[in-house]
C-alpha cells in the first residue's frame, strides 16, 4: 500500500480558489491512480477528481467539472487538485486516495487513504 499525505485546505470565501496537495511515500507511486474524494457532515464519501498513472487520462465529478483540476508529478510523488469558483456546497474534508481500478468511482476499490484536510467555503 502507498502511504499518503494531503495538504493545503483551509477557509475560503465563495468564488475563490485553493490548491490541495496530496503526498506519496513509495517509489511505487506510479503503479497507482489517485484521486480526490470529499465528505460533508451528514454525508456519504463521494468522488470529485482522478488521475491515471501517468497523467494522461483525468476524470471529474459532475458537479465540479469545469472549476477543479487534478495533476501529478511522478518525479515528485504528489498529485494536486487546483479547485477555483468554491461554492459553499464544496465544504467537506478531502481525501486522497490510491487505487489500481482503472476509472473507478468508487471509494471500495481505493486501498489507500490519506487522513483528509478540510476545505470550508464561507463569507
Known amino acids: 500500500q502507498v502511504q499518503l499525505v494531503e495538504s493545503g485546505g483551509g477557509l475560503v470565501q465563495p468564488g475563490g480558489s485553493l490548491r490541495l496537495s496530496c503526498a506519496a511515500s513509495?517509489?511505487?507511486?506510479?503503479?497507482?491512480?489517485i484521486a480526490w474524494f470529499r465528505q460533508a457532515p451528514g454525508k456519504d464519501r463521494e468522488f470529485v477528481a482522478a488521475?491515471?498513472?501517468?497523467?494522461?487520462?483525468?476524470y471529474y465529478a459532475d458537479s465540479v467539472k469545469g472549476r477543479f483540476t487534478i495533476s501529478r508529478d511522478n518525479a515528485k510523488n504528489t498529485v494536486d487538485l487546483q479547485m477555483n469558483s468554491l461554492k459553499p456546497e464544496d465544504t467537506a474534508v478531502y481525501y486522497c486516495?490510491?487505487?489500481?481500478?482503472?476509472?473507478?468511482?468508487?471509494?471500495?476499490?481505493?486501498?489507500?487513504w490519506g487522513q483528509g484536510t478540510q476545505v470550508t467555503v464561507s463569507s
Open positions: 486516495a490510491a487505487s489500481t481500478v482503472y476509472g473507478s468511482r468508487s471509494p471500495g476499490d481505493f486501498s489507500s
Open positions: 513509495l517509489r511505487t507511486f506510479t503503479m497507482y491512480i
Open positions: 488521475i491515471s498513472q501517468s497523467g494522461g487520462t483525468r
